[in-house]
């Protein structure tokens, strides 16, 4: 403590400078991040145009399209921007332009099919790619396997990767054979989003039929192993690592509670609005995880989120007993009853809330709950301390506890 450390002085190198060689531009660079995320741009002014007629303002059924995709793509740009060896970002970009892709032409084929718009070229072509939406759903949990860095944890898991790409191409062939043979024989029906609506007419519709099947059925064990992967490796984890997978997890429970919600609500605007806030969730954490932006703040995010969520409970709760006791028991007026209980859940709201934060904080945001407990500890010691050294080795002891720096060092200046 108050010692300073003088470096070394580093002398600078006498060997002259390699000669510089010309570089290749490389496919994966943040030039083609950038053209790819205004290639989201277009595709998605060419889905609101198109959609225009058809009266289908989305991509995902009634889910708006304008968030999904800034976020999507967003993410997908910035970490292939940052990062552009890491596969991630650019697995995001595709998926999101394949989505995209998939809506513009089947809304363009409703065009020609459906409204009778039959001067359309290459409309039969937008039949066979509508189903693109498949294989983009197929790339994205990629994400989940491949998350943070990429990189495949083990040579085993190369061989995972390789049935997963044979189970999906076999998927991705069996839906897309039944446009193709519409498109071929002339039967083409479709709904409002470009999907094809009849697929009695395929050949083989009974291997077809298994062959899907049994390719969902591999690819959903394989999902499965993805997030079993993660799980394991976030018990394993420490330090950095851990609060990338904490980023990641709360990203997906986000979305799984959101798209749950999403079938719960009877409106079906409502539904879109809420299933497009909670799709966001995960780029949103996937691309923290990976950016280690803001990466520790995530004890905080939980444990307030659970926190809210315990005290909203309860005052929904509370309020409807206080509704009931009074117009039930008490026989006031409906009006008098629902003023009181208002002003009885706002009274109870503050304190409540500090109760039930201080909890929460003590179980999910431990590290936070331990640091202020120490720093108010040093406080009320320090009220009482007349000796400086003492209040030296308390203070970078107290700082070691909550900080667990690398290093640290302190300097006193002495007055006198």
């Known amino acids: 403590m108050g010692r300073t450390a003088t470096a070394p002085t580093a002398t600078a190198p006498t060997a002259t400078a390699p000669t510089q060689t010309a570089r290749h531009p490389r496919l994966a660079s943040p030039a083609t991040a950038t053209i790819l995320g205004a290639l989201a741009v277009a595709l998605t ?17 009634s889910a ?60 039969g072509l937008g039949v066979i790619l ?8 197929l790339m994205f949990p990629l994400v989940i396997l491949l998350f943070p860095h990429g990189r495949l944890a083990s040579r085993r898991w190369r ?36 999907d094809l609506i009849s697929k009695s007419h395929r050949h083989g519709g009974s291997a077809l039929a298994a062959l899907e099947v049994t390719g969902l059925l591999a690819i959903l064990a394989l999902w499965l192993s993805f997030i079993v992967h ?13 609060q ?15 798209l749950a919600v999403s079938f719960a609500v009877p409106s079906t605007s409502v539904a879109g609005q809420v299933l497009g806030t909670g799709l966001a969730a995960l780029p949103v954490g996937i ?23 315990i005290v909203t409970g309860l005052l929904v709760g509370l309020y409807a007993g206080l509704v009931l006791l009074a117009t039930q028991v008490l026989a006031l007026k409906s009006g008098v009853a629902v003023a009181a209980s208002t002003l009885a859940a706002a009274a109870l709201f503050s304190p409540l809330r500090r109760r039930v934060q201080h909890a929460v904080d003590r179980r999910f945001n431990r590290t936070r709950y331990n640091a202020d407990e120490a720093v108010a500890a040093f406080a009320a ?26 290093h640290l060092s302190l300097w006193v200046n002495r007055l006198g």
Request: hydrophobic residues 55%; contains cysteine; charged residues 15%.
């Open 130 to 137: 509508q189903p693109l939406w498949v294989p983009a759903l």
């Open 159 to 194: 061989w995972v990767l390789l049935i997963y790409a044979v189970m999906s191409a076999c998927v991705s062939a069996a839906l897309f054979s039944p446009p193709i043979a519409a498109v071929a024989g002339h039967h083409v029906r479709l709904d409002s989003f470009g």
């Open 230 to 242: 993660q799980v394991l490796s976030w018990r394993r984890a420490t330090g950095e690592r851990r």
């Open 287 to 309: 691309g923290v995880g990976i950016l280690k932006y803001r990466l520790y703040e995530i004890d905080r995010i939980i444990s307030r989120a659970v926190s809210y969520a």
């Open 64 to 123: 708006p399209i304008v968030p999904i995709v800034v976020v999507y793509a967003g993410v997908g740009v910035v970490v292939a921007r940052r990062q552009p060896r890491n596969p991630i970002g650019w697995i995001l970009i595709g998926f999101i332009l394949l989505f995209l892709l998939s809506s513009v032409v089947g809304l363009y084929a409703v065009l020609y099919y459906n409204d009778g718009h039959h001067g359309l070229p290459l409309a």
């Open 45 to 61: 002014g060419a889905a609101i145009a198109l959609s225009a007629p058809a009266h289908q303002l989305s991509v995902l059924g």
């Open 381 to 406: 010691r320090l009220k009482d301390a007349v000796d400086l050294d003492s209040v030296r080795d308390d203070l970078a002891g107290v700082v070691q506890q909550t900080l667990e720096p690398a």
């Open 244 to 258: 990338q997978l904490k980023w990641l997890a709360s990203g997906a429970a986000v979305t799984v509670v959101v």
